[in-house]
C-alpha cells in the first residue's frame, strides 16, 4: 500500500502561481511514477502531469505544458506540481496518483490521494 496526501490547495486569483504537494508513505515511494489529475463535481477526473519514478521522463496534458511543472524529491517522498498563470477554469480537485509507469489514462494508477481543492477567481 501506498498513502497519498495532497496539501496547499487553496484560493488564489487568475494569473496567480500555486505549489501542490503530494506527500506519500508506506512502500518504496521510489518504485512509482506519479501523475496528478483534477476533476470537478459530477466529472471525470482529467490528466494534467505525470513524472516517471526519477524524475528522467515527465508528461503534461496540452493545456497546461509550459504553465505546469510536475516534479519529486525521492528522499522525501513527495510530488509536486507547480501551477503558474492560472486560469479560473482551473478550479477543481486535484489528486495524485501513483502507478508502474507514467499515463495519461486513470486507470494506469493503483494508488490515489483524497485530494486538495483548487479556488481560482477572476
Known amino acids: 500500500q501506498v498513502q497519498l496526501v495532497e496539501s496547499w490547495g487553496g484560493l488564489v486569483q487568475a494569473g496567480d502561481s500555486l505549489r501542490l504537494v503530494c506527500a506519500a508513505s508506506?512502500?518504496?515511494?521510489?518504485?512509482?511514477?506519479m501523475g496528478w489529475f483534477r476533476q470537478a463535481p459530477g466529472k471525470e477526473r482529467e490528466f494534467e502531469a505525470a513524472?516517471?519514478?526519477?524524475?528522467?521522463?515527465?508528461c503534461y496534458a496540452d493545456s497546461v505544458r509550459g504553465r505546469f511543472t510536475i516534479s519529486r524529491d525521492n528522499a522525501k517522498c513527495t510530488v509536486y506540481l507547480q501551477m503558474n498563470s492560472l486560469k479560473p477554469e482551473a478550479a477543481d480537485g486535484y489528486y495524485c496518483?501513483?502507478?508502474?509507469?507514467?499515463?495519461?489514462?486513470?486507470?494506469?494508477?493503483?494508488?490515489w490521494g483524497q485530494g486538495t481543492k483548487v479556488t481560482v477567481s477572476s
Open positions: 496518483a501513483a502507478g508502474t509507469q507514467p499515463s495519461a489514462k486513470t486507470w494506469g494508477y493503483i494508488y
Open positions: 508506506g512502500r518504496t515511494f521510489s518504485n512509482y511514477a
Open positions: 513524472i516517471s519514478w526519477n524524475g528522467g521522463i515527465t
